[in-house]
């Protein structure tokens, strides 16, 4: 039986490499965006905003997916607006494809804030998350968007019938343009710059990212999960954390990354120094940058998200994650985390995203 994929936010860094996972494992698939590409000849677009009904029952009224990956969300002001919003665009798009009765199986990507909960409470509680993160943990007493995106799925699974698995990525590592959390890009583009100009290229985060061990998710390892969970028995109903399966420590990596680059590095001096504030003062530098080196995005903001990259390297204590879960179920898929960045950098040259 050839199934049909709807990939829902198949222009960011996760959605991009699950199209070309499902593509390759032969379904028909489409990708929801608000603004389409074409940069996937095989991925069949649709233009759609999951806020507005009308738009998606227009959009989709030829479409009866079988496989359903929702890989987006939107970032507001505060986290009762994220809840607001990111469980909006769940039960919305659940409830146009309803009529359908056509899916069998909805796949959800969220992440470790799910165990971690939002920054202040813990870094002014003085209380951290216990790591490495488990499935199995409860979850937090504090509100979290993650949390109203899975009771949509659930509560129309459980009217609809069909399956489910939610995805929780570490620190997703892969190629895309204008993604709201894309830590390999702005590094990649952080050190472009130091390159250029001759800075060091400092370390941006806290002591305990610095000399922690910790671990990231290559976009390569979520697709392959997300396919995996959606068509293996054993996989359904359940969630999943998913990480590369190896571990590193910051300061060992740092110097790496930088070395790729050609320019020097220097690790962690005593006290944060936030990317954000390091790069605040550089959008006219990367658009020199950009028409020097005939650079595609000239807009800094558009490749780099140094408030992401802070949260997450700012962090107060090493973050891990446990794997056992997914590979109890069969899951055994590994991805080595330095080759994860250095392929990135290396799409992003033959991109012409960076010099």
Same mark, same amino acid.
């Given at each position: 039986?050839? $199934?049909?994929?709807?990939? *829902?936010?198949?222009?960011?860094?996760?959605?991009?490499?699950? *199209?070309?996972?499902?593509?390759?494992?032969?379904?028909?698939?489409?990708?929801?965006?608000?603004?389409?590409?074409?940069?996937?000849?095989?991925?069949?677009?649709? =233009?759609?905003?999951? &806020?507005?009904?009308?738009?998606?029952?227009?959009?989709?009224?030829?479409?009866?997916?079988?496989?359903?990956?929702?890989?987006?969300?939107?970032? %507001?002001?505060? !986290?009762?607006?994220?809840?607001?919003? #990111?469980?909006?665009?769940?039960? $919305? &798009?659940?409830? *146009?494809?309803?009529? %359908?009765?056509?899916?069998?199986?909805?796949?959800?990507?969220?992440?470790?804030?799910?165990?971690?909960?939002?920054?202040?409470?813990?870094?002014?509680?003085?209380?951290?998350?216990?790591?490495?993160?488990? !499935?199995? $943990?409860?979850?937090?007493?504090?509100?979290?968007?993650?949390?109203?995106?899975?009771? !949509?799925?659930? /509560?129309?699974?459980? %009217?609809?019938?069909?399956?489910?698995?939610? $995805?929780?990525?570490?620190?997703?590592?892969?190629?895309?343009?204008?993604?709201?959390?894309?830590?390999?890009?702005? &590094?990649?583009?952080?050190?472009?710059?130091?390159?250029?100009?001759?800075?060091?290229?400092?370390?941006?985060?806290?002591?305990?990212?610095?000399?922690?061990?910790?671990?990231? /998710?290559?976009?390569?390892?979520?697709?392959?999960?997300?396919?995996?969970?959606?068509?293996?028995?054993?996989?359904?109903?359940? /969630?999943? #954390?998913?990480? #590369?399966?190896?571990?590193? @420590?910051? =300061?060992?990596?740092?110097?790496?990354?930088?070395?790729?680059?050609?320019?020097?590095?220097?690790?962690?001096?005593?006290?944060? @120094?936030?990317?954000?504030?390091?790069?605040?003062?550089?959008?006219?530098?990367?658009?020199?940058? /950009?028409? %020097?080196?005939?650079?595609?995005?000239?807009?800094?903001? @558009?490749?780099?998200?140094?408030?992401?990259?802070?949260?997450?390297?700012?962090?107060? &204590? !090493?973050?891990?994650?446990?794997?056992?879960?997914?590979? @109890?179920?069969?899951?055994?898929?590994?991805?080595?985390?330095?080759?994860?960045?250095?392929?990135?950098?290396? =799409?992003?040259?033959?991109?012409?995203?960076?010099?």
């Amino acid at each position: 039986m050839i $199934h049909t994929a709807l990939v *829902v936010g198949a222009t960011g860094i996760t959605g991009n490499n699950l *199209v070309q996972e499902l593509i390759a494992q032969g379904m028909i698939t489409y990708g929801l965006s608000r603004n389409p590409d074409d940069s996937i000849p095989e991925m069949i677009p649709v =233009k759609a905003d999951l &806020l507005d009904k009308e738009s998606l029952e227009k959009a989709l009224h030829d479409i009866a997916p079988t496989h359903v990956y929702f890989t987006t969300w939107m970032r %507001k002001d505060s !986290e009762e607006e994220n809840i607001r919003v #990111n469980g909006a665009m769940v039960r $919305h &798009l659940l409830e *146009v494809l309803s009529p %359908k009765k056509s899916v069998q199986h909805v796949a959800l990507v969220t992440g470790l804030k799910h165990y971690l909960g939002p920054f202040d409470a813990y870094a002014n509680s003085g209380t951290l998350p216990e790591t490495p993160v488990r !499935e199995e $943990h409860p979850r937090l007493p504090y509100p979290n968007f993650y949390y109203a995106q899975e009771d !949509e799925v659930y /509560a129309a699974a459980e %009217k609809e019938g069909f399956t489910w698995s939610v $995805h929780r990525p570490h620190t997703v590592i892969g190629y895309a343009v204008g993604n709201q959390m894309n830590m390999g890009t702005t &590094l990649a583009v952080y050190a472009s710059i130091c390159k250029e100009t001759g800075r060091k290229m400092i370390w941006p985060g806290s002591e305990a990212q610095w000399n922690g061990l910790s671990d990231v /998710a290559d976009a390569r390892m979520v697709a392959r999960q997300l396919f995996w969970a959606s068509t293996t028995e054993a996989a359904k109903n359940q /969630a999943f #954390n998913i990480v #590369n399966g190896d571990i590193f @420590r910051w =300061k060992w990596l740092w110097y790496r990354l930088a070395d790729w680059f050609g320019v020097e590095a220097e690790g962690f001096n005593g006290e944060i @120094r936030p990317l954000e504030q390091i790069l605040k003062n550089d959008a006219d530098l990367w658009k020199q940058i /950009a028409a %020097k080196y005939s650079l595609k995005e000239a807009v800094l903001d @558009r490749l780099a998200s140094a408030w992401h990259t802070d949260l997450d390297l700012g962090r107060p &204590l !090493e973050v891990m994650t446990d794997m056992t879960n997914s590979r @109890r179920a069969g899951f055994t898929a590994y991805q080595n985390t330095e080759d994860s960045f250095y392929q990135l950098f290396e =799409k992003l040259l033959f991109e012409k995203l960076i010099p």
